[in-house]
């Protein structure tokens, strides 16, 4: 067996074609394989056409997934530029086919769920994940079930997802409570679950960090930020990290940052009470992609920041949207909830942890387009000056 399940708690192993997706013990599941490639074959890929090359997600194949080639449900995804901004680097995760991250995830758990024969897909979502999983269903030709927040998620994500074909359950509460009905749901309709407790969807996700590392020719960075809600990409950051150490990828381990929205906070109050309880709350941020209160992948998300010497932090709304507007006027841009990686760069350098010289990856989660309606509430009302149509006019308004 090259590939398995196994239990991040008491560690027993599942087959990795078992349809499961936490332990008998409750815990998490993890997938492990034996052996790792060497990095080069990875650079070798960058100058092919094919389109399993050309994904950053199946570049990695060899440390993502063990599946035919000719199994794989890519779009393609991932590589997504890497930007250096005023001293800081910000990989793009907005620039994958539909405009967040997940599509990094949703490539794999999809190719997954194709080769168990399942027939329906279901998430719960804030909106990313549910567009994503729409327009991997659509491709793979599965029926897809999304469970959303009814009046919490972003015009543009709703529609989006609407678009590519997928059923939305609107439920009448808020993102914790869509999980765990999703969660109920999938058990008793036999439907495959690909929010980010699928443990796929972690392997996909580890390759941001790959790529970026590949970006940077291998030098390790000193610091990755993440924005952190549900916990998935943190847990798959720290995975990443490891696995690449481990490899001999890179010579050094770079420190994960992942940064809350201050109403959204759980994870951060953990943290300050040095792990030793796990916080639910109920979240409230203009951030409504990280608007969580009870994220699944507490454990993993855990052991990454104590792996990594990680750290988290949480930054304001007031705070977040300051970044974001800092990030949009350097015409790059992205979504409310991605900023929290800048607001938090930017405190923690001010306090000290981040010290001068050490090099910062922000990496931006979802596209400037997810959201515009937070857009429009914070550029300034004088940037639009309604005119006759008349030359006069348009002298007066730029006079
Ligand atoms: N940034 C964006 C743009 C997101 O959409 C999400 C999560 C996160 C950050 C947080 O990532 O959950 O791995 O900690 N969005 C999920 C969704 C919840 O349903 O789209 P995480």
Known sequence: MSEWLQCVGCGRRFASSEVRYT??????????????????????????????DR?????????????DENEIVTHPEGATRLYERGGIFFKHEGENPTGSFKDRGMTVAMTQARRLGARAVACASTGNTSASLAAYAAQAGLRAIVFIPAGKVSTGKL??????GATVLAVRGDFDAAMQLVREASDRLGIY????????????????????????????????????????????????????FDAGWTSTMPRLASIQARGANPFYRSYRDGFTQRHRIAAETIASAIRIGDPVSHSKAVAAIQQTNGIVEEVTDEEL??????????????EPASATTLAGAKKLRASGVMKDGERIVCVLTGNLLKDTDAILRNVPAERTIEIDATIEAVEKALG
């Open 55 to 67: 994904s950053g997600v199946w570049r990695f194949r060899e440390a993502v997934l063990d599946v």
């Open 321 to 334: 949207m300051l970044a974001k507007r800092e990030i949009d006027e350097m015409g790059i841009g992205c």
């Open 193 to 244: 679950l690909v929010n980010s407790i699928n443990p796929f969807r972690i392997e996909g996700q580890k390759t941001i960090v790959w790529e970026l590392l590949q970006d940077l020719e291998w030098n390790a960075p000193d610091w990755i930020v993440v924005p952190a809600g549900n916990l998935g990409n943190t847990s798959a950051f720290g995975k990443a990290l490891r696995e690449a």
């Open 23 to 52: 332990c008998e013990c409750g815990e998490l599941l993890s997938v492990e394989r034996d052996a790792m490639p060497k990095r080069e074959i990875f650079d070798a890929r960058l100058s092919s056409r094919r389109a399993i």
């Open 159 to 164: 529609a989006q997802t609407l678009a590519y």
